[in-house]
């Protein structure tokens, strides 16, 4: 059973920065490519970065792109996503997922390209 646990959400200023962690377990991380998204109250799920298996391919949102940087340890099974210079529109519950085609390109944009998801974890950034 593939399972997704994201950490390190919270409150922060404005400029401030935060890192997300995301770790996986179920299935050979190193295989998958993997995506974050953010929801913010009342929009709908927004792609934020995504990830390749082995980390060479990245794409990110316009609008996020110069700011966040997704990366990820295949030894660690983990994937995270470092924020910075961070707005008050950044304010989101955030996901990771992953996709479930091996060895992929990782360029996948859309929810429904991704097989499993996390939780979430909140990040409130105040103005």
């Known amino acids: 059973q593939v399972q997704l646990v994201e950490s390190g959400g919270g409150l922060v200023q404005a400029g401030g920065s935060l890192r997300l962690s995301c770790a996986a377990s179920g299935r050979t991380f190193s295989h998958y490519g993997m995506g974050w998204f953010r929801q913010a109250p009342g929009k709908e799920r927004e792609f934020i970065a995504s990830i390749n298996w082995s980390g060479v391919i990245t794409l990110y949102a316009d609008s996020v792109k110069g700011r966040f940087t997704v990366s990820r340890d295949n030894a660690k099974n983990t994937v995270y996503l470092q924020m910075s210079n961070l707005k008050p529109e950044d304010t989101a519950v955030y996901y990771c997922?992953?996709?479930?085609?091996?060895?992929?390109?990782?360029?996948?944009?859309?929810?429904?390209?991704?097989?499993?998801w996390g939780l979430g974890t909140q990040v409130t950034v105040s103005s």
């Open positions: 997922a992953g996709d479930n085609v091996k060895f992929s390109s990782g360029r996948y944009r859309g929810p429904e390209e991704y097989e499993y």
